[in-house]
């Protein structure tokens, strides 16, 4: 069982909906990660939370620590929301620290 | 220019060739790191360094090589490139603790 859960893997929508996308996590994190990944491949930081809510325009993350679940959430959906969204959880391990990845989730907002 | 840049963007090669991934970041990030992408997966680490003289495997490090030249210059080879290793290549730098990850755009690189 992978350590960080993405659901729904892939989601299809139209234009001004209300979009959640969940990451659910088996493991004490420090941090986790909201990233965005567009169809040329590069990859950008969305959000990084280890407590409550953060709002970016249009996106709202939130987190439960004690339920080990996470949302992004996208208001008034855009086309060019259009992309993969993944989770990535940071933790901390005798190790060291080390990023762990969700699959992603293929977000398409149709017109 | 972009704060992590990454060389090529995309390669074809060949079974059994040598061929060097580049990565140079203006972050002034110490740590950086090298990871995989595949359809279906997650981003999987293949490399890390913390520092100049600190190079660490991966979740997936076989049939791979790494130097970190300077602070922010950090390679990824592949000394005899199979078919499986055909996947999307991603740089990434970032600071001490869970803040402040840069990734690059990404090197599409395909053995045939």
């Known amino acids: 069982k992978n350590e960080v859960e993405q659901s729904p893997q892939n989601l299809t929508a139209q234009e001004g909906e209300f979009i959640t996308i969940n990451c659910s996590y088996s493991?004490?994190?420090?941090?986790l990660h909201w990233l965005q990944q567009h169809p040329g491949g590069g990859i950008v930081s969305l959000f990084m939370?280890?407590?409550g809510k953060k709002k970016h325009g249009r996106l709202i993350a939130t987190i439960n620590i004690q339920e080990k679940h996470s949302s992004l959430h996208i208001t008034a959906s855009h086309p060019r929301d259009s992309a993969v969204y993944i989770c990535?959880?940071?933790?901390?391990?005798?190790?060291?620290?080390?990023?762990?990845f969700g699959e992603g989730t293929q977000l398409t907002v149709n017109p | 220019d972009a704060d992590v840049t990454q060389t090529p963007r995309n390669r074809i090669t060949k079974t059994g060739k040598r061929i060097m991934l580049e990565c140079s970041q203006t972050?002034?990030?110490?740590?950086m790191y090298w990871y995989r992408q595949d359809p279906g997966l997650g981003l999987r680490l293949i490399y890390y360094?913390?520092?100049?003289?600190?190079?660490n495997k991966g979740e997936i490090s076989d049939g791979y090589s790494v130097s970190r030249q300077a602070q922010a210059k950090f390679s990824l080879s592949l000394e005899s490139a199979i078919p499986n290793q055909t996947a999307l290549y991603f740089c990434?730098?970032?600071?001490?603790?869970?803040?402040?990850?840069?990734f690059g755009s990404g090197t599409r690189l395909t053995v045939v």
């Open positions: 990535a959880i940071y933790t901390q391990e005798t190790s060291g620290s080390r990023l762990t």
């Open positions: 939370l280890s407590s």
């Open positions: 990434a730098t970032s600071d001490a603790g869970p803040y402040g990850y840069t």
């Open positions: 360094s913390f520092d100049v003289k600190d190079i």
């Open positions: 972050k002034g990030h110490d740590r």
């Open positions: 493991v004490g994190i420090s941090a």
